[in-house]
C-alpha cells in the first residue's frame, strides 16, 4: 500500500528533499540520460507529491497552478516510478493522485501535460487527450496533452 503526502517546497525536510531529487536524477539523468539542470527553481512553486511504500520513496511528482508552470493551465511533471517499483500500476495511481490534487486545488479544471511521445497511449488511457503540440524536450519527443474534468 502506497501512503501519500503533499507539501509545499517549504515544507520539505532535507530528508525528503534528498530523496525526491536522487530519484529524479536516477530517473529522468541516468535511465533517460537526459543531460539538463534539475534545479529550475519551480520546485518553490509546486506541490510535491511523494509516494512512501514501507517509509521509502517510491513514487513522485510535482503540481503547479495555472500560471506557474504553464500560463493558462494547472499541470504535473517529473513524474517518476522507482525503477524495481514498475509494471505494479504504480505510474497510473502517481497520476491519478496528481490529478486528484490539481482539482482539489485549483480554480481552472483543465489540466495540462507535457508528456513523453511513448507515454502518449498511457495518459489517453486516463483521460488526457493530444491536442496537436509535438516537440524536443531535452532531447526528448513530447506532446502536450490535456485532462478536462468536465468532459471525462
Not at 528533499?17 to 541516468?30: D, G, H, P, Q, T
Not at 503547479?64 to 504553464?70: A, E, I, V, W
Amino acid at each position: 500500500m502506497i501512503e501519500w503526502k503533499e507539501q509545499k517546497f517549504s515544507d520539505l525536510n532535507t530528508k525528503e528533499l534528498y530523496e525526491i531529487f536522487k530519484l529524479r536524477c536516477e530517473v529522468f539523468v541516468v535511465e533517460q540520460e537526459i543531460l539538463y539542470n534539475d534545479f529550475d527553481d519551480k520546485d518553490y512553486k509546486a506541490i510535491h507529491l511523494s509516494g512512501f511504500k514501507k517509509g521509502k520513496l517510491m513514487a513522485y511528482g510535482r503540481i503547479f497552478n495555472k500560471g506557474d508552470y504553464y500560463p493558462n493551465n494547472p499541470g504535473f511533471g517529473r513524474v517518476a516510478v522507482v525503477e524495481r517499483e514498475r509494471g505494479n500500476d504504480y505510474g497510473k495511481e502517481l497520476v491519478k493522485k496528481c490529478m486528484e490534487v490539481c482539482e482539489r486545488n485549483f480554480e481552472e479544471k483543465e489540466i495540462k501535460i507535457s508528456a513523453q511521445a511513448y507515454l502518449e497511449k498511457f495518459y489517453l488511457d486516463l483521460g488526457f487527450e493530444y491536442r496537436g503540440e509535438r516537440y524536443m524536450e531535452d532531447g526528448i519527443p513530447h506532446c502536450a496533452m490535456y485532462y478536462n474534468k468536465k468532459t471525462n
